[in-house]
């Protein structure tokens, strides 16, 4: 993996939910932590991409699965997957928080508007 700042074991993360999809009334497919930072955004199948984006925004290059049952890496600078140290609670978004999510804002014909 990166730069040792890129990895924050100590920060919370942001949220349950993608910051931006809640924030606009958006949805996601699955989740992704940036962990130097906490911020939750949705990952590169979900519409809006928000956590590549903030990637872009920052240059924090360092994601993980923000998935129940998932703790893999991702650097966006190497393009590599990978492990790391656990990171502070919550691990994941809540288990029964439905995929996609969340409740309410996922439109009916959700699967053809994956990025693929």
Not at 92 to 112: E, F
Request: aromatic share 8%; charged share 20%; with cysteine.
């Amino acid at each position: 993996m990166t730069s040792e700042n890129a990895i924050q074991p100590d920060v919370p993360p942001s949220g349950t939910g993608c910051v931006e999809c809640l924030d606009a009334g958006g949805w996601w497919f699955h989740l992704r932590r940036c962990a130097q930072c906490g911020h939750v955004g949705c990952c590169d199948t979900s519409p809006a991409q928000h956590a590549t984006a903030h990637f872009r925004e920052t240059g924090h290059p360092i994601i993980q699965s923000f998935e129940p049952g998932e703790d893999w890496y991702w650097d966006f600078t190497t393009e590599e997957a990978g492990s790391g140290p656990k990171l502070a609670p919550a691990d994941s978004r809540p288990a029964d928080q439905p995929v996609p999510g969340p409740a309410g804002s996922v439109p009916s014909d959700w699967r053809s508007k994956l990025n693929r």
